[in-house]
C-alpha cells in the first residue's frame, strides 16, 4: 500500500477548522472562478449552491482543513466526508480547492497528504475522490500518492488504500495540529496588533513640523 510522504512538498500549516469558519469557508469558495468551481464541484455551481454546500456540512463527523494567509484569508480548503459504502465501511471522500493566487505551491498536495493521515488516524481504509476526468492536477495528486484511477468518460474515480495507523502517524499528526493552531493564534494576534496600530496617531506628529527633526524655515544644523 503506498501512502503520501509527510514532508515531500513545502511545509504549510494546515489546521482543522470548525463551525466558528463556515463563512471563511463559504468566502474561500465563492472567491473561486467558475472554472475552479465547475471542477471543484462537477457543475457550474453558484453562491447559492456554494452555500448550501457549506450549511450542509456536517462538522461532527466530517473534517475540514484549511491553509491562512497572514490576514486570515483561507488560501486552500479540503473536506473529507466520511462515506461508508455496502462494499466500504472505512471510506472517506476527499475535495480541495486553492485560490487562483495561492497555486504553485503544492498546496492540494498538502491538504491531501493532511487528510490522508487523519482519516489513517480514524480508522479509515480507503480514500477516494471522484473528479471530472479533465481535473488533471487533481488526479496527479492522487496518482502520485498511489491511487488507482478508473475513468468513466467525462468522470474518473481515485482510490487510494491505506495502512492503519501507528504510532508514527498519531504522533506526526498530534505535532502538525499542534503547530497550525499556534501558528493561527499567532496571525490572529498579529492580525489584531495590526488594527491596533492603524488606530494609533503617528508618533511625533504635529502640525507645525516639530520633532521631525526639521523646521518650518529649513533643515536644523
Same mark, same amino acid.
Given at each position: 500500500?503506498?501512502?503520501?510522504?509527510?514532508?515531500?512538498?513545502?511545509?504549510?500549516?494546515?489546521?482543522?477548522?470548525?463551525?466558528?469558519?463556515?463563512?471563511?469557508?463559504?468566502?474561500?469558495?465563492?472567491?473561486?472562478?467558475?472554472?475552479?468551481? @465547475? !471542477?471543484?464541484?462537477? @457543475?457550474?455551481?453558484?453562491?447559492?449552491?456554494?452555500?448550501?454546500?457549506?450549511?450542509?456540512?456536517?462538522?461532527?463527523?466530517?473534517?475540514?482543513?484549511?491553509?491562512?494567509?497572514?490576514?486570515? #484569508?483561507?488560501?486552500?480548503?479540503?473536506? !473529507?466526508? @466520511?462515506?461508508?459504502?455496502?462494499?466500504?465501511?472505512?471510506?472517506?471522500?476527499?475535495?480541495?480547492?486553492?485560490?487562483?493566487?495561492?497555486?504553485?505551491?503544492? @498546496?492540494?498536495?498538502?491538504?491531501?497528504?493532511?487528510?490522508?493521515?487523519?482519516?489513517?488516524?480514524?480508522?479509515?481504509? !480507503?480514500?477516494?475522490?471522484?473528479?471530472?476526468?479533465?481535473?488533471?492536477?487533481?488526479?496527479?495528486?492522487?496518482?502520485?500518492?498511489?491511487?488507482?484511477?478508473?475513468?468513466?468518460?467525462?468522470?474518473? #474515480?481515485?482510490? !487510494?488504500?491505506?495502512?492503519?495507523?501507528?504510532?508514527?502517524?498519531?504522533?506526526?499528526?498530534?505535532?502538525? #495540529?499542534?503547530?497550525?493552531?499556534?501558528?493561527?493564534?499567532?496571525?490572529?494576534?498579529?492580525?489584531?496588533?495590526?488594527?491596533?496600530?492603524?488606530?494609533?496617531?503617528?508618533?511625533?506628529?504635529?502640525?507645525?513640523?516639530?520633532?521631525?527633526? #526639521?523646521?518650518?524655515?529649513?533643515?536644523?544644523?
Amino acid at each position: 500500500m503506498n501512502t503520501p510522504r509527510p514532508h515531500s512538498t513545502p511545509l504549510a500549516p494546515i489546521r482543522s477548522m470548525g463551525p466558528g469558519h463556515r463563512e471563511r469557508m463559504f468566502r474561500h469558495l465563492v472567491a473561486l472562478s467558475p472554472e475552479d468551481r @465547475y !471542477l471543484r464541484f462537477g @457543475y457550474a455551481a453558484n453562491d447559492a449552491h456554494i452555500r448550501r454546500y457549506i450549511d450542509g456540512i456536517n462538522l461532527e463527523t466530517d473534517d475540514v482543513f484549511g491553509i491562512f494567509n497572514r490576514r486570515l #484569508e483561507l488560501l486552500a480548503m479540503a473536506h !473529507l466526508a @466520511y462515506a461508508p459504502t455496502s462494499d466500504c465501511a472505512h471510506c472517506a471522500e476527499f475535495g480541495v480547492s486553492v485560490l487562483a493566487h495561492a497555486r504553485g505551491r503544492s @498546496y492540494g498536495k498538502r491538504m491531501f497528504e493532511r487528510a490522508v493521515m487523519h482519516a489513517r488516524n480514524q480508522g479509515v481504509e !480507503l480514500v477516494f475522490i471522484h473528479a471530472l476526468t479533465e481535473n488533471k492536477v487533481m488526479l496527479s495528486i492522487a496518482a502520485q500518492a498511489g491511487a488507482r484511477l478508473v475513468r468513466d468518460g467525462s468522470e474518473t #474515480e481515485a482510490f !487510494l488504500q491505506i495502512p492503519p495507523a501507528n504510532f508514527d502517524s498519531l504522533v506526526t499528526e498530534m505535532v502538525q #495540529e499542534q503547530w497550525a493552531q499556534s501558528d493561527y493564534r499567532w496571525k490572529v494576534q498579529m492580525r489584531a496588533f495590526r488594527h491596533l496600530l492603524r488606530g494609533l496617531p503617528l508618533v511625533g506628529h504635529h502640525s507645525h513640523g516639530a520633532g521631525t527633526g #526639521e523646521s518650518q524655515g529649513g533643515r536644523v544644523s
